[in-house]
């Protein structure tokens, strides 16, 4: 893709990438559910799926939350892709389900796909792995699917709810751009009553970059920007995409990325203040990391246009809003610059002295609550 790292690189970011080097994703059994039923041979499920056309991913995993919750998550889904199927008719689609699990928790997730396969109105591919991290979920759908040949991956998160024709205007447009780059929902985050989500809510607030790029949570892109999986040093499914598609030499360097505003969607906060810390750092090294490993170009472009926009002197003033929200504005942007570089300088220490990082932690443990639901929080909980 035109982002490709390697090439291009200045000697800070070459030091920065030596500190960070994952272990690679463990080879782990992926047991496959499809109409109910527990299938041996993957070449018998995918040989009765239809060729082409999108693959849509619902990821999930057995202690985010109960069955019922999972259950919602998957029919306002097909709800959604009746009315693409109306729309168009003669698209294939394929929803591949990941159900990860922990110790002791494969025989629950296996029985959860079981009823969350049988009897649906689209094919619904079901796959239990072990572990944690949803890109080797992602990962895992690649592979299954590959002999496919989808065109495009619709991906979607377990807690988003689909406003009205959200996914239909997703598909058309998609179809429109000749099913290339990646275009996205435009999500609204709703605050929980917790300190630490109405903290986010604000920060956020005066934080929107000048360019939206679409998000995992729900976005479809082109099977080729994804084609050969995404590497372990990546942290984020959609900062892959980015960076893959990020044209530094463009006037417009997301021309590639869109997210309509008439596709809307929308979810909730984290809410407790140690899962939203997590989920900053987390988020904090994909930018660190990604910025080590692509070209100058295409991280220069990233940190001065979205990252960083509104911090000056390293990007340009944002004085929309008037100068009060543009001080703010450039007050966070200096805290995570601060920050930015703390972890970039920790990294290239650790570079220097052999002792690369291995492992970031995921962002949040359960805390799961879904518009599409209604009602409080649900419960996680892990299956014995």
């Not at 979810?267 to 910025?291: K, N, Q």
Request: charged share 20%.
């Amino acid at each position: 893709m035109r982002g490709g790292t390697g090439s291009g690189r200045t000697w800070w970011q070459r030091a920065v990438a030596r500190g960070f080097d994952p272990l690679p994703p463990p080879r782990t059994p992926v047991t496959l559910v499809g109409s109910g039923e527990v299938r041996r041979d993957p070449a018998d499920l995918t040989a009765g799926l239809p060729a082409g056309g999108l693959g849509v991913l619902l990821p999930t995993y057995v202690a985010r939350c109960p069955l019922a919750a999972q259950e919602t998550a998957l029919c306002q889904l097909l709800d959604a892709l009746a009315d693409v199927r109306k729309a168009r008719p003669g698209l294939p689609l394929t929803i591949w389900l990941g159900m990860q699990y922990g110790h002791g928790e494969l025989e629950e997730a296996v029985d959860r796909l079981r009823a969350l396969t049988r009897d649906r109105a689209l094919p619904v591919v079901g796959f239990a792995l072990p572990g944690r991290g949803k890109l080797r979920t992602v990962n895992t759908a690649l592979a299954l699917s590959r002999r496919l040949g989808h065109t495009g991956w619709l991906w979607t998160d377990d807690d988003v709810e689909f406003g009205p024709g959200c996914l239909v205007r997703l598909v058309e447009r998609f179809h429109e751009r000749g099913c290339a780059g990646a275009v996205g929902a435009h999500l609204v985050a709703l605050p929980r009553a917790t300190a630490a989500a109405r903290t986010m809510d604000r920060v956020s607030g005066v934080t929107v970059p000048p360019g939206a790029y679409p998000a995992a949570a729900c976005m479809l892109v082109a099977a080729e920007v994804v084609a050969g999986g995404i590497p372990a040093r990546r942290l984020a499914d959609d900062g892959h995409v980015l960076f893959e598609l990020l044209d530094p030499g463009a006037a417009d360097p997301l021309h590639d990325l869109e997210v309509l505003p008439d596709a809307r969607g929308t979810f909730y906060r984290v809410a407790r203040t140690r899962d939203t810390l997590r989920r900053l750092r987390r988020s904090l090294y994909s930018h660190v990391t990604c910025t080590a490993d692509y070209p100058w170009a295409t991280a220069r472009t990233y940190l001065t246009g979205t990252l960083f926009h509104g911090l000056w002197p390293l990007a340009a003033w944002d004085g929309s809003g008037g100068p009060v929200r543009g001080l703010k504005r450039w007050t966070v942007k200096a805290v995570h610059l601060t920050w930015f570089c703390s972890v970039a300088a920790g990294l290239a220490v650790r570079g220097a002295a052999g002792r690369p990082l291995r492992h970031v932690p995921w962002g949040d443990d359960g805390d799961f609550m879904s518009p599409a639901a209604g009602g409080p929080p649900a419960t996680a909980r892990t299956a014995s």
